[in-house]
């Protein structure tokens, strides 16, 4: 797997592979459900993908906004390709929603609703809090 996918925390953030693309937990939670896309090949460049792995991405952004939408019911949602930090093609896929929501006992009120998100404002979960997460977010898809 490329860098930007274990910075991520892979394999113990998987919450779903594909053949061109892994769905990952973000660690740091911007809102609850907060995840990363990724691309599995080391491609730097949105441009440099295989073709098939632009029409998968179609079906990999319905599994995650079903899930998404079982699990944290958003009102809307957000897909950041910022690449600065990490190199190859990932997204931030934040769902954002106006009135806090609340799992296992953590409330992750959505800061900048309803402008854009800010990366920085987000909840640190613990390793095995991260577990669980990952665990319950699967289960929606």
Sequence with gaps: MNPTIEKFGYPATLIKQFEHWLVLLRPAQVTLGSLVLAAKSDAAAYSDLLPAAF????????????????????????????MMVDRQVHFHVIPRYSETRTWNGIEFPDTCWPKQ???????????????RLTLDVALNF
């Design 117 to 131: 998100p800010s990366l920085e404002s987000s909840i640190t979960l613990s390793s095995d809090q991260i577990d």
């Design 55 to 82: 029409a998968e991405q179609a079906d990999v952004i319905a599994a995650v906004e079903h899930a998404l939408a079982s699990f944290v019911t958003f009102e809307r949602i957000n897909y950041l390709m910022l």
